[in-house]
């Protein structure tokens, strides 16, 4: 006799949860108590760790153009002008630099950021 | 993905011009393979071994080969490089032409490890100018200054406050009250 209908009532097999977990486990292996080996723990930390990566990827940009307009503004301040004139006198002149590297001539390069600060004020 | 966890070192970009411009020395020092005699995982292995082996030490003067049958074990090469790094690349189930090239690969690497740049631009002389400091822009004439000084000193002009304001309003009302009583006086 052929049973084929008790053959149809078993399930695939799932793949086993080892390694899903081991992929959660992977990032909490530095952390502290439960969170690093229970994964229940784990994984709600875990993806609060990662949210706040996401945030995070997003605000260092916006800290960083902070800090160079910042650093912008205390050079010119130093010069007599300020950054809105700066900037007015760079696009008349044509001169497409960024704040990073402006900021980055500001520090190292400070005769060159010196001159570019007089042109612009007379500009 | 985050990089804040353990397993992936961080370093700076470095270029190794020192090795190369007048003359090349290759970094990788030797090879430990490691293999079983009789495992199919370490088939490749011990094909290699019996084909290419011995090519590739003497195309290879510089790389010593060290060749351990241990049993039971798992197939790998051990990579030793002069700045001390050492790298275990698994040889399990690789073909023989698979593990002549991740050998070639080695043969090629600095033995640097694999990390994580943090910045993708490096110079060792950042500044031509001088870097700044509080005193770039100060004139030297300050160096000679005696205090009490009024020229180089003075506050920075301000916009009036408030206070001062009000003050200014009332001293002209002050001002308008008196000539108006003066000329309502003499009138």
Known sequence: MVFLTSPAWIRAAKPDKFWRRRRTFRLSAHYFGRARNCYKTAIIRVEKALSYALVGRQQKKKDMVQLWEQRLEAGCAEHGTSLPVLRQGLMRCNVLLNRKTLADLAIWEPRTFKVRGSQLAME | ?187
Not at chain 2, 30 to 45: A, L, N, P, Q
Not at chain 2, 54 to 69: E, R
Not at chain 2, 103 to 115: D, H, I, K, M, Q
Request: net charge positive; with cysteine; charged share 25%.
């Open chain 2, 1 to 187: 993905m985050s990089f804040k966890h353990l397993f992936m070192k961080s370093s700076f970009v470095k270029a190794p011009i020192q090795n190369g411009i007048g003359r090349y020395v290759g970094q990788l020092q030797r090879i430990t393979v490691k293999f079983c005699k009789e495992h199919s995982d370490s088939k490749g292995v011990r094909d290699f071994i019996e084909n290419q082996v011995v090519d590739f030490a003497k195309q290879n003067p510089g790389i010593v080969v060290y060749l351990k049958p241990r049993r039971h074990r798992a197939p790998h090469v051990k990579l030793e490089y002069l700045n001390g790094e050492t790298e275990i690349l698994s040889a399990k189930c690789l073909s023989e032409r698979e593990l002549r090239q991740w050998l070639e690969v080695a043969r090629g690497s600095s033995g640097e490890p694999v990390a994580r740049l943090r910045k993708m631009q490096h110079t060792d002389r950042p500044s031509i100018q001088g870097v700044w400091t509080p005193w770039t822009n100060v004139p030297p004439q300050t160096n000679l200054e005696t205090f009490p000084s009024e020229e180089g000193y003075r506050a920075p002009q301000r916009e009036q406050t408030a206070t001062e304001k009000l003050r200014e309003l009332f001293a002209r009302q002050q001002e308008q009250k008196q000539l108006t009583e003066e000329t309502t006086g003499t009138s």
